[in-house]
């Protein structure tokens, strides 16, 4: 069964850093496509970053320069650094993992099959 586990959402100003983590269990970082997706309120869940089993990555145009996905494979986390955060890089941040390709781009979210619960992202201005 696989679990994706969110954790590091917090309150921040403006121009400040986060970092938030994804404990994945039941299947293998190194192995699987894996991404970091966000919804705001009264909007849909849009891509913010996702990571191949090679790393390649790939970012939405609105955090390039200021998020960074990176992943652990021996403590089978996933990892996106956020920086120079926005008000509107507010939402709910959720995990995302595939195991095959369904044909959708890898920002779009139905790409994905296994979802986290997300952790909440605020930034104030």
């Known amino acids: 069964q696989v679990q994706l586990v969110e954790s590091g959402g917090a309150s921040v100003q403006a121009g400040g850093s986060l970092r938030i983590s994804c404990l994945a269990s039941?299947?293998?970082?190194?192995?699987?496509?894996m991404g970091w997706f966000r919804q705001a309120p009264g909007k849909g869940r849009e891509g913010v970053a996702t990571i191949s089993p090679i790393r390649t990555t790939y970012y939405h145009d609105a955090v390039k320069g200021r998020f960074t996905i990176s992943r652990d494979n021996a403590d089978n986390t996933l990892f996106l650094q956020m920086t120079t955060l926005k008000p509107e890089d507010t939402a709910m941040y959720y995990c995302?993992?595939?195991?095959?390709?369904?044909?959708?781009?890898?920002?779009?979210?139905?790409?994905?099959?296994?979802w986290g619960q997300g952790t909440q992202v605020t930034v104030s201005s």
């Open positions: 039941g299947i293998s970082t190194s192995n699987a496509y």
């Open positions: 995302a993992a595939a195991v095959s390709n369904r044909g959708y781009s890898w920002l779009n979210p139905a790409s994905f099959s296994y």
